[in-house]
């Protein structure tokens, strides 16, 4: 096994399960000859942490072993270190490579320790598995020599479908569920998480068996998301005041605000009352496992998954302020304005970011906002639209979008289902760059360019996978799929071409490949 071992990959897909089984294994071997030790560090719990010396660090859920760990120490090869959650670390740039060292009997703060381990300045013989979502990678190849990175992706398509057919007492719905959830790309691929996996069953499962059609709730991921929020407490509205749920909604969206931008998923006591957050108001979201309680940190929180605390975050950004929640503004000194959170140097430095603008535009639609006022009491805040429009325009006489950007607008478009905005947005547009990848970013430039009266040139690039006629990947059993796949893709097709007839304006198609 090589000595250093990073796993990577998005949110809940099990990074944490597969290095706590590793450290399990490592401490079970029959085949060791002596006793092997492992020890588990989060970086959320070392965020709390003080100065102390590195034989401390790692007793510190083990005051027993504080006696043996000189010897433990001196047979650094049978040790077993596992640092989870890189990407929540908090701590000062440099911090992790300055005055690092090798001797675990001093006293150091606690990123010089890690620094030291991860530099392997500390016990270079030692084993070391580290966990990290993709967007600290960057950081953490700077910081590790020769590590071996392997890809956790979670839940793969045949487990998303064993889940649903597992979730759903009739076949047929749950295929028919799956199915939806399929068609939405951006969907699809937050279901290899199993936490949005569960989110997504549940929220359909309460459809079906009200007799609704789950295809709307399907057709973006914001609806998806608002159609499950809303769903578990439609109950709880009939059995209190209108405004009984108004206040825990905004301490939860403001403790997803706060989390995405200072890029923490865990909240202790110290952050709720930073916050002005009572913890009786998180009780209605822990009840709705929306929220739930850390196992790894007692008196924390954190959100069941983080397109979750993404979402809530997005509510919190469109919801009314009333004046006393105004002057209570210090508490949230780390969370920027919408212009911030859609520029582009805001969500390279946190990706997060991203999802939480799409959530955004997606709730500026007029029935969703009205879903969220008549489930919670709240208002929704009647600027927002002018506020996306004036931050996503193009001003007159400018390039049009990159083929990179066009796709990041035509996703933000798409996801608000609000003709009105997209026709304002795209006005100034005369010449557009599109490449199609998949069905769904089809259907995204149908919905759009069908608003776009002034659009003059087209430049269009169709990937090969959308169309599967020579695809040999397909096996002989799966034809009734493919078959429904193409009828899906060409109904699509059909729908973006029928804007080159409707719009009087579009003289010129660059290419077609």
């Not at 957050?277 to 009840?287: H, I, Q, R, T, Y």
């Not at 799966?478 to 003289?507: M, P, T």
């Amino acid at each position: 096994m090589p000595l250093t071992v990073v796993l990577h990959g998005p949110a809940g897909v099990g990074k944490t399960t597969v290095a706590k089984q590793l450290l399990l294994e490592w401490t079970q071997d029959d085949q060791a000859k002596t006793s092997s030790s492992a020890f588990y560090l989060s970086c959320k719990d070392l965020n709390h942490k003080g100065t102390c010396t590195f034989a401390e660090l790692i007793s510190a859920n083990g005051p027993d072993l504080q006696d043996a760990i000189p010897g433990i120490l001196t047979q650094a090869r049978k040790i077993l270190f596992i640092v989870d959650g890189f990407d929540e670390l908090r701590v000062p740039s440099g911090a992790l490579i300055h005055d690092i060292c090798g001797d675990w009997r001093k006293q150091r703060p606690v990123p010089v320790l890690l620094g030291s381990l991860l530099k392997r300045k500390m016990l270079p013989k030692s084993t070391l598995v580290i966990t990290t979502r993709p967007g600290a990678l960057r950081e953490l190849r700077l910081l590790v020599e020769q590590p071996l990175f392997i890809e956790i992706e979670g839940f793969l398509e045949l487990d998303r479908k064993a889940y649903f057919l597992k979730h759903f007492e009739e076949e047929t719905q749950a295929l028919r569920a799956f199915d939806l959830m399929k068609k939405n790309a951006a969907l699809f691929r937050m279901g290899s998480a199993p936490a949005v996996c569960w989110l997504v069953c549940t929220c359909l499962k309460r459809q079906m068996e009200k007799g609704e059609d789950p295809a709307s709730t399907c057709l973006t991921t914001t609806s998806l998301f608002l159609r499950f929020l809303c769903s578990q407490f439609t109950a709880a509205r009939s059995s209190c005041p209108r405004d009984c749920l108004q206040a825990p909604l905004k301490s939860v969206c403001l403790l997803a605000a706060e989390g995405i931008w200072t890029q923490t998923s865990v909240f202790d006591g110290e952050d709720l009352r930073r916050l002005g957050v009572k913890e009786s108001a998180l009780c209605p979201f822990l009840d709705k496992n929306i929220l739930q309680k850390s196992k790894d940190c007692e008196g924390c929180y954190s959100f069941i998954h983080l397109s979750v605390q993404q979402f809530l975050a997005a509510v919190f950004y469109v919801l009314e302020t009333e004046e006393e929640e105004e002057d209570v503004g210090g508490h949230r000194c780390h969370i920027g304005d919408l212009q911030k959170l859609l520029s582009k140097e805001g969500r390279l430095k946190n990706p997060s970011l991203t999802q939480v603008g799409y959530f955004i535009f997606g709730l500026s639609n007029e029935e969703r906002a009205m879903e969220l006022e008549t489930t919670f009491g709240c208002l929704v805040s009647m600027e927002i639209k002018q506020q996306l429009l004036k931050c996503r325009s193009v001003p007159r006489g400018k390039k049009p979008f990159s083929t990179m950007d066009t796709k990041e607008v035509l996703y933000c478009l798409y996801e608000s289902q609000e003709e009105e905005l997209v026709e304002d947005t795209m006005a100034p547009v005369t010449e557009i760059s599109i490449h199609l990848t998949n069905t769904f970013e089809m259907m995204q430039s149908s919905f759009c360019l069908k608003h776009c009266q002034n659009l003059q040139k087209i430049s269009l690039q169709v990937g090969k996978r959308i169309f599967l006629e020579n695809d040999t990947m397909w096996k002989s059993d799966a034809q009734v799929e493919r078959s429904q796949h193409d009828h899906h893709s060409l109904h699509l097709w059909a729908d973006l071409c029928s804007v080159f007839s409707s719009n009087k304006n579009l003289n010129f198609l660059d290419k077609v490949v």
